[in-house]
Antibody, heavy 118, light 107 residues
């Protein structure tokens, strides 16, 4: 079973850039789409975007201008950068793998809490 | 964006009960509808994909139905471990969108 693990700073200052990495193990990153999802405390799930192992991506338009995603197939990792963060970006951030046919989020990381505060 | 609306937002039920949760899409999404279960402090877990296909390892008391704009998640006989929050999600188009969640609580 493929496993995913998010990593990155747990605290980011307002106006700075949030950076997270998702490391994929027990499977190859190739030929799949990989997604980012976030969840503010006590609230629902928000899809951030997804990136294919080839580098093509789809972003949530609500974040489009601030969001950058990349993939490093040599390290079996993909990453998220969200610029100009505010307190509204405080959330648990999850990475997940898209199932190929119906595009469900079939495998998830455990999530990492990112707090935006000075 | 496609809006996903779940009902009810919360539900109280007892062990052994049969419960249903409804999800409605703001436009037709075919069968590109998925259901997730989330327990406190944990990542969501895929239960149902393609509206009615049971994810491997998920108990058969969970089932899904529907197509187009209206979908249902059914738990045929609630077990103690089923008390959690449930989300629907459309994977028809981007941006992917989730319902607001249904919290299933013990009565």
């Amino acid at each position: 079973q493929v496993q995913l693990q998010e990593s990155g700073p747990g605290l980011v200052k307002p106006s700075e850039t949030l950076s997270l990495i998702c490391t994929v193990s027990n499977g190859s990153i190739s030929s799949y789409f990989w997604s980012w999802i976030r969840q503010p405390a006590g609230k629902g799930l928000e899809w951030i975007g997804r990136i294919h192992s080839s580098g093509s991506s789809n972003n949530n338009p609500s974040l489009n201008s601030r969001l950058t995603m990349s993939v490093d197939t040599s390290k079996n990792q993909f990453s998220l950068r969200l610029s100009s963060v505010t307190a509204a970006d405080t959330a648990v951030y999850y990475c997940a793998r898209d199932e190929t046919t119906w595009r469900a989020l079939e495998n998830w990381g455990q999530g990492t809490l990112v707090t935006v505060s000075s | 964006d496609i809006q996903m609306t779940q009902s009810p937002s919360s539900l109280s039920a007892s062990v052994g009960d049969r419960v249903t949760i409804t999800c409605r899409a703001s436009q037709s999404i075919g069968s590109y509808l998925n259901w997730y279960q989330q327990k406190p402090g944990k990542a969501p877990k895929l239960l149902i994909y393609a509206a009615s296909s049971l994810q491997s390892g998920v108990p058969s008391r969970f089932s899904g139905s529907g197509s187009g704009t209206d979908f249902i998640l059914t738990v045929s006989s609630l077990q103690p471990e089923d008390f959690a929050t449930y989300y629907c999600q459309q994977s028809y188009t981007t941006p992917r969108t989730f319902g607001q969640g249904t919290k299933l609580e013990i009565k």
